[in-house]
C-alpha cells in the first residue's frame, strides 16, 4: 500500500470533478483526480450527454433526409438506416472525447487515479485501483464529486434490453416498434426524439399533468404540440405501476394518478426516465462524519464545504440545484479556487437548461409561474420565429422567444426559447442575466441580419410593446 500527499483529491472524473481537477493543477495545486469507471467524462461523456446528442444528430439528419429534403428541393432515393454504423460513430466520438480528458490530465500535471476512492479520514483517500491493489491519497482537501445515478421505480426493474434507463437506450440494438417512455422529463423525450424519428412509436407516460414540469407553462405547452405533430402520444396524470416481461415484450400495468381504474399498454421496450439519484453509497462518508439528507444528498455552505472541514462537494451531490453538467463544471471551477484562496461565486440564477430536441428547448432564470407565485411584477415580451427571415430560409420556424424582466428596473428576469439552435441562442440571454441587463440593453444591441438571434432582440422589444418585424 502506498500513501501520497496531494493538496487537493477529487473523487470522480464527471465533468465537475475532471474541470475543478484540472483547474486546481493550473492554480498551482498538487492534484489527483480518482475515477471508478473505466473511462474519463463521468455518466455525462460515458452514457449521458454526448452520446445522446450523438444520436439526436445522426437521428436528425436521418429524419431531414427521409422527409424534410423535398422542400428544399433535393430529391433522395429511398433512405435507409444503418444503425450499426450510426451507433459505432456514438461511441466513437465518446472514445475520441475521453482519451482527450486524459490527455488534459496529463497536460496539466492532474495525477489520473483509476479505481472506487473512499474517504477514511478528514485527509485521506483510500482507492481500491482497478487493477489491483491499493493507494492511500493523503490530502489537505477533498472533493465529492461522484455525480448521481438512474432513479428506479418500485415494481419495475432494469434489465438494460427490453426495460432500460437511459444508458440501455443509448444501445438498443434494433428499433422498436413501440416505445414507451416513462417520464416527461429532459433525457425521456431525447431519447424518445432519436428512437421516433428512426421509426418507433412513442408514448410519453407521465405522472404530472403536463411534461418538462419545471419549465415555463406557455414554453411545455408549445413543446407537447410541436411533439404530437412528430408522432408522440401523451399519457399525462398517469403512473406506471408494473411492467412484467411476455413472450411479446412488456406488458404495462397504468392507473390514473388521481386514482382510478387500472389498464394495460403493450410495448417492445420501455425506458425509465423518472430522474436520477446522487451517488453516495460506499465514500465513507457517515464514517467520517460528512452529513447526508434523508435523498442521499450532501448539504454544504456557501463555500461548498461539508460540515467536515477539508472536505467539499460540488456537482449532482448537492441538494436543490439542476443536475446538470455544466453547472457542475461551474462549481468544479469555483471550489477550486476557492480552495486555492481565490474569491469564486456560482451564479445559480444564470444557469441554462437545453432540451435537445428539434426544435430545442431552452431555458434561463425564473418562469412566469414563479414569478406569478412571488408576486414579483413583470412585463413579457414574445416574438414566433414564424416571423424571423433566417428561421422561415431555413424551414425551421416553429417555437418563439420570451422575455421575462422586471415591470420597475427591465431587468431580465427569465428568458425562454423553443424554436431552431435554441440551447446556443440563449447564451446571450444568459450572458444578460449575469451582467444584469436589461431589454433595452439587448435590443438597442446590434445583432447581425438575417441571423436567428433577431428573434432575441425583438423579443426584447416586446417587452415595451415595440416590435419591429410583426
Known sequence: MSEEKFDVVFIGAGPGGYIGAIKAAQL??????????????????????????????????????????????????????????????????????TKGIAGLFKQNKVEDVRGFGRIVAADKVEVTLDDGGTRVLETENIVIATGSEVATLPGIEIDEKTIVSSTGALALEKVPAHFVVIGGGYIGLEMGSVWGRLGAKVTVVEFLDRITPTMDGELSKQFQRILRRQGFEFRLGTKVTE?????????????????????????????????????????????????????????????????????????????????????????????AELIAGHAAHVNYDAIPGVVYTWPEVA???????????????????????????????????????????????????????????????????????????????????????????????????????KPLNI
Not at 61 to 70: I, Q, R, T, Y
Not at 81 to 95: E, F, I, Q, S
Not at 283 to 306: C, H, I, S, Y
Not at 421 to 448: F, K, P, Q, W
Request: charged content about 25%.
Open 28 to 97: 498551482g495545486l498538487k492534484t489527483a483526480c480518482v475515477e471508478s469507471r473505466g473511462s474519463l467524462g463521468g455518466t455525462c461523456l460515458n452514457v449521458g450527454c454526448i452520446p445522446s446528442k450523438a444520436l439526436l444528430e445522426s437521428s436528425h439528419h436521418f429524419a431531414a433526409a427521409g422527409k424534410d429534403m423535398a422542400a428544399h428541393g433535393i430529391r433522395l432515393p429511398k433512405v435507409e438506416l444503418d444503425l450499426p454504423a450510426m451507433l459505432k460513430r456514438k461511441d466513437d466520438v465518446v472514445a475520441t472525447l
Open 243 to 335: 411492467a412484467r416481461k411476455n413472450g411479446k415484450g412488456i406488458e404495462l400495468t397504468l392507473e390514473p394518478a388521481a386514482g382510478g381504474e387500472a389498464e394495460s399498454l403493450s410495448c417492445d421496450v420501455v425506458l425509465v426516465a423518472v430522474g436520477r439519484r446522487p451517488f453516495t453509497e460506499g465514500l465513507g462518508l457517515a464514517e467520517v462524519g460528512v452529513k447526508v439528507d434523508n435523498r442521499g444528498f450532501v448539504p454544504v455552505d456557501g463555500d461548498f464545504q461539508t460540515n467536515v472541514a477539508g472536505i467539499f462537494a460540488i456537482g449532482d451531490v448537492l441538494p436543490d440545484r439542476p443536475m446538470l453538467a455544466h453547472k457542475a463544471e461551474e462549481e468544479g471551477v469555483a471550489v
Open 363 to 465: 431555458s434561463v432564470g425564473r418562469t412566469e409561474e414563479e414569478l406569478k407565485e412571488a408576486g414579483v411584477k413583470y412585463n413579457a415580451g414574445k416574438f414566433p420565429f414564424m416571423a424571423n427571415s433566417r428561421a422561415r430560409a431555413s424551414g425551421d420556424s416553429d417555437g418563439f422567444v420570451k422575455i421575462l424582466a422586471d415591470a420597475e428596473t427591465d431587468r431580465v428576469l427569465g428568458a425562454h426559447i423553443i424554436g431552431p439552435n435554441a440551447g446556443t441562442m440563449i447564451a446571450e440571454l444568459v450572458l444578460a442575466m449575469e451582467y444584469g441587463a436589461s431589454t433595452e440593453d439587448i435590443y438597442r444591441t446590434c445583432h447581425a441580419h438575417p441571423t436567428l438571434n433577431e428573434a432575441v432582440k425583438e423579443a426584447a422589444l416586446a417587452v415595451s410593446g
